[in-house]
């Protein structure tokens, strides 16, 4: 069992920068892909950034160049760097884990766990 908690999320104006973090409760996770979803209401959840063990990374088009993931497998963190954030950027955040090696899409079955979530909001 894996559990994962986010933090970092809060309030940001456009154009600014905000990082979430995700640490997870098992620290042999080294071989798991990683990925950062977001929702926000009334939308579907959306995959924004993925990780996979070997620190090759994948973006949404979205975010492409604005955002930035990375992981600390000595620490089981993982990492969200936002910048030149959008108010279209504002949702809950969500850190997830798939016990693969692979990560190769966005899709939300393809996670065994997931975090609680923690909010990210951009005003204008």
Sequence with gaps: QVQLVESGGGVVQAGGSLSVSCAASRYNTSNYCMAWFRQAPGKEREGVARINSMG?????DSVEGRFSISRDNAKN?????????????TAMYYCAARTSTTCLAFL???YT????GTQVTVSS
């Design 108 to 110: 939300t079955s393809a």
């Design 113 to 116: 766990y997931w975090g609680q």
């Design 77 to 89: 963190t993982l990492n969200l760097q936002m910048n030149s954030l959008k108010p279209e950027d």
């Design 56 to 60: 090759a990374t994948a973006y949404a």
